[in-house]
């Protein structure tokens, strides 16, 4: 098949169906190549016994993200809080406690500890999101060493430490000793500081779509109608200055303009002609995505409610670092939200199904107790099995890479644009940073089809 469009969008995840979106409204004739049978990239509902929907992919929006939730709005859907009633779970070293508020109880000297250790960072965090990274001040002195670098030098404390990563292994679901601290630096500041992005309450796990977060991609996809085409895995991409030609099996695609809408380590799976410049094949080399199994146990119903717990647990010392009570908002089934991230990932994605779920459920049981034992299901999710991801939640850069090849994460190359949510300046990583990156290149292709009449998205 062969076709001509203004635009051609590879990915139909949020980016690339943002960037659709837009150029639609403002009248260029536009067409989606998708890999995959669906939409939503790292979005993803499946379901629950019963039928009730839930998020094996990424799904929560905080207050500040307010592109998403104008997106939520104007596609007529809806959210609803995450759970936090009742006392949360801490288990640090050899101690655990279950507490309300911010904060479990802790020797003073570790609670010291995290308070400065978090000071700096945030401080840091503010200098390096002020410009782009590569011009930050400190960037080749942080771009030298990993995160896992700069903790060490920075938290006194081993349990401070073994905190910090553990928040580590949670928001970037790897290891700190494998990201580049200015990125860390990047992303801490690109939410505006570490507690919006660890917080549920005022943070980025505020609030839930109802109906799953995968309903704002497929909402933006019936809009789109035919213009995506699916199971249509792009190899090759051969451009000029003004034009590019586009092939996915049979499918030849020719436009004037391209939007490559995937996280960037698979871009590599695209044979370019020419080649791209150096900067960017040099960096899109050094980016790893995270690796995280998403898993939801589900119950019958919320035993832990009844027992004054939130349903929310941390540990530096259990595979299962993470949970939430993540029960839909119908209520039923009740479901406990557990993530294996980081090293944890590796380790368990080697291990038999069977094994792996065993692990899961006794991590919960040493959280909530015997009734964990019991549920009615269980659903988990290796993103880094997904062909057409490479993991999640997000990729990264490893050190020495922004300093270098920065630049490249998000200049155009002659016709080609590039979105992503790694490609954000706000909320790098999340489903607000993949809307402002389609945005973006919205506004970036609208100029050169304005001969056709077509006007830049607001």
């Known amino acids: 098949m062969g076709k001509s469009v203004d635009v051609v969008v590879v990915g139909a995840g949020m980016a690339g169906l943002v960037a659709a979106r837009d150029?639609?409204?403002g009248g260029a004739d536009v067409l989606v190549l998708e890999a995959r049978d669906r939409v939503g990239g790292r979005l993803l509902n499946d379901e629950l016994p019963g039928g009730a929907p839930i998020e094996v992919g990424g799904q929560w929006v905080g207050p500040d993200q307010h592109l998403v939730h104008a997106l939520i709005k104007e596609l007529g859907l809806s959210t609803f809080p995450t759970y936090?009633?009742?006392?949360?779970?801490?288990?640090?070293?050899?101690?655990?406690?279950?507490?309300?508020?911010?904060?479990p109880s802790m020797n003073p000297l570790v609670a010291a500890d995290l308070v400065q250790t978090q000071w700096r960072l945030d401080r840091l965090a503010?200098?390096?999101a002020a410009t782009d990274p590569w011009l930050a001040n400190r960037a080749e002195e942080l771009d030298g060493q990993t995160f896992a670098t700069w903790l060490g030098r920075t938290a006194h404390t081993a349990?401070?430490?073994?905190?910090?990563?553990?928040?580590?292994?949670?928001v970037f679901a790897a290891e700190p000793?494998?990201?580049?601290?200015?990125?860390?630096?990047?992303?801490?500041?690109?939410?505006?500081?570490?507690?919006?992005?660890?917080?549920?309450e005022g943070g980025a796990q505020q609030d839930r779509v109802v109906g799953g977060s995968h309903r704002i991609a497929s909402a933006m996809a019936e809009e789109l109608g035919d213009r995506i085409v699916f199971d249509a895995v792009?190899?090759?991409?051969?451009?000029?200055?003004?034009?590019?030609?586009?092939?996915?099996?049979?499918?030849?695609?020719?436009?004037?303009?391209?939007?490559?809408?995937l996280p960037p380590p698979l871009t590599t799976r695209i044979r370019f002609t020419p080649g791209l410049p150096s900067d960017r094949n040099q960096l899109v080399h050094r980016m790893s995505s995270g690796r995280v199994i998403k898993t939801h146990v589900v119950y019958d119903k919320p035993f832990w409610r009844e027992a004054g717990l939130s349903g929310q647990a941390n540990s530096d010392r259990r595979a299962v670092c993470t949970t939430f009570d993540n029960t839909p908002?119908?209520?039923?089934?009740?479901?406990?939200?557990?993530?294996?991230?980081?090293?944890?990932?590796?380790?368990?994605?080697?291990?038999?199904?069977?094994?792996?779920?065993?692990?899961?459920?006794?991590?919960?049981v040493g959280y909530f107790g015997p009734q964990a034992r019991n549920p009615i299901a269980y659903m988990e999710r290796d993103w880094a099995q997904e062909e057409f991801s490479g993991g999640c939640y997000h990729a990264f850069t490893s050190p020495g890479a922004l300093t270098r090849y920065g630049p490249a994460l998000r200049t155009p190359v002659g016709p080609l644009h590039w979105a992503g949510a790694e490609t954000a300046t706000r909320w790098v990583g999340s489903m607000e940073g993949a809307a402002e990156s389609g945005h973006r290149v919205a506004r970036e292709i609208a100029p050169e089809l304005r001969g056709k009449g077509l006007q830049a998205p607001q």
């Open 23 to 25: 150029l639609v409204r």
């Open 84 to 103: 936090t009633e009742g006392r949360n779970i801490a288990e640090y070293g050899s101690s655990r406690s279950e507490y309300t508020g911010r904060f």
């Open 126 to 128: 503010r200098e390096v």
């Open 159 to 170: 349990t401070g430490r073994s905190i910090f990563r553990m928040i580590t292994q949670a």
């Open 177 to 200: 000793e494998e990201l580049s601290a200015l990125w860390a630096a990047w992303y801490v500041g690109a939410a505006g500081g570490l507690d919006p992005l660890i917080n549920v």
């Open 234 to 261: 792009v190899t090759a991409i051969e451009w000029t200055g003004s034009s590019v030609r586009v092939t996915a099996g049979n499918t030849t695609v020719t436009a004037r303009r391209a939007v490559i809408a």
């Open 329 to 364: 908002h119908e209520g039923s089934p009740a479901v406990l939200l557990a993530f294996i991230d980081g090293r944890q990932a590796e380790i368990c994605a080697r291990m038999a199904p069977a094994e792996r779920r065993a692990l899961v459920i006794d991590d919960l």
